[in-house]
């Protein structure tokens, strides 16, 4: 039974995100979508709304659950028995990113919590959640960006008042 987390910011879930986590699905027996913080940066919307949207876009999928976490990501790992993280990466850059991550919840873990890389699927390589963010704070159109589901509650979240 193997059982692995996709650590995230998720400002906000992204098809591409989805994407990751419907291969994880058939991939693995158990997915922990999991939104954790990253210190570099910041978020207006809080993390607890961000995993209900991530809720909603993945109830198609049985073995994937979601969870928030504000601690040391390979804690909640041991904790839940799960010694897998799975990352999207999207290009070169994503890589040398999650390679440093990589190094340091190894270490975190003392070699106890490894980490695999995805490649996100080739129709999502150019999207990112800070592009999400940037077209609907001015009111454009996102459709294309994030499910359907949630579509409508994204879009209000981060267009400007
Ligand atoms: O989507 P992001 O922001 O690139 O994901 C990075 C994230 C949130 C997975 C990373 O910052 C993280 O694991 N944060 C939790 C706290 C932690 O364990 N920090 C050490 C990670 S090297």
Same mark, same amino acid.
């Given at each position: #039974?193997?059982k692995?987390v996709c650590?995230?910011s $998720?400002?906000?879930?992204t098809l591409?995100?989805?994407?990751? %986590?419907e291969? /994880?699905?058939?991939l $693995?027996d158990?997915v922990v ?6 210190a ?11 995993a209900e949207?991530?809720?909603?876009a993945v ?6 659950s979601?969870?928030?976490y !504000?601690?040391?990501?390979? @804690?909640?790992?041991?904790? /839940? ?8 990466v999207?290009d070169a850059? @994503?890589?040398?990113v999650?390679?440093?991550m +990589? +190094?340091a919840?190894?270490e975190? !873990?003392?070699?106890s919590i @490894?980490? #695999? %890389?995805?490649?996100t699927?080739?129709q $999502?390589? +150019?999207l !990112?959640? !800070? ?6 704070s +001015?009111?454009g159109?996102i459709g294309a %960006? ?5 579509l409508e ?9």
């Open positions: #039974m193997t692995v650590p995230g $998720f400002n906000p879930v591409g995100h989805i994407n990751v %986590f291969r /994880c699905a058939r $693995f158990e979508v999991l939104v954790v913080h990253n570099a940066k910041t978020y207006h919307v809080s993390a607890q709304q961000r949207w991530i809720k909603r109830a198609h999928l049985p073995n994937v979601v969870d928030a !504000s601690g040391l990501l390979v @804690d909640y790992a041991a904790s /839940c028995g799960a010694n897998l993280l799975v990352k999207g999207r850059l @994503d890589v040398v999650e390679t440093q +990589y +190094y919840n190894r975190a !873990s003392k070699g @490894d980490t #695999m %890389f995805l490649p699927g080739e $999502f390589a +150019y !990112s959640s !800070s592009i999400v963010r940037d077209v609907a +001015y009111g159109d %960006f994030v499910p359907a589901a949630i509650e994204v879009a209000a979240a981060y267009r400007k008042r």
